[in-house]
């Protein structure tokens, strides 16, 4: 029989807590920056017939961004994403 205490997984510690914190806030802002990219997408093919390709790179990387954020926050990845890591690019 195995011993319980082999197979526990270790605490959080208290810095994995508020990188964890502070990147669901960050999940938050996105949101809202992603709100008016759409918008600002929406108007730029309304009246110009396509969006705007430098707005299409930075959702790219910003939806990459995103992934990493998620990873992280639900334990599925131990990398830092951005500010203590480095900004993803596609």
Do not use: C, H
């Amino acid at each position: 029989m195995e011993n319980p205490q082999n197979t526990m997984q270790p605490k959080p510690s208290i810095e994995r807590v508020l990188y964890t914190i502070l990147y669901l806030i960050l999940i938050r802002f996105i949101s809202m920056v992603l709100f008016v990219i759409a918008i600002t997408q929406f108007i730029y093919s309304w009246i110009g017939k396509e969006p705007n390709k430098q707005l299409l790179q930075f959702t790219k990387n910003l939806s990459e961004y995103s992934k990493e954020l998620v990873l992280y926050v639900s334990f599925n990845s131990d990398k830092k994403p951005w500010p203590s890591g480095e900004w993803p690019t596609v």
